[in-house]
């Protein structure tokens, strides 16, 4: 592996994980303000499964050396 692609597969995990865990988060926050009256559990379960499935994507880019992304493949023309 190349140093340029392992360098996009850790941009890629980065990226993924501050969508995934921000999401988790707002979704926490508004669980607790809507229904479990302010409680901070919502929050850290919601940052949890964020950060949980950011972990087992990097995970399984990293274990896939051979995954072709979409956006790198290129059409020919006949």
Not at 48 to 67: I, K, R, T, V, W
């Amino acid at each position: 592996m190349s140093e340029s692609e392992l360098g996009r597969k850790w941009d890629r995990c980065l990226a993924d994980a501050v969508v995934k865990i921000g999401t988790g988060f707002g979704l926490g926050l508004v669980f607790s303000l809507t229904l479990f009256k302010r409680r901070m559990w919502p929050l850290a379960f919601g940052s949890g499964m964020g950060f949980g499935m950011a972990y087992s994507n990097c995970q399984h880019d990293f274990q896939a050396p051979y995954l072709l992304h979409g956006k790198y493949v290129k059409e020919q023309e006949q």
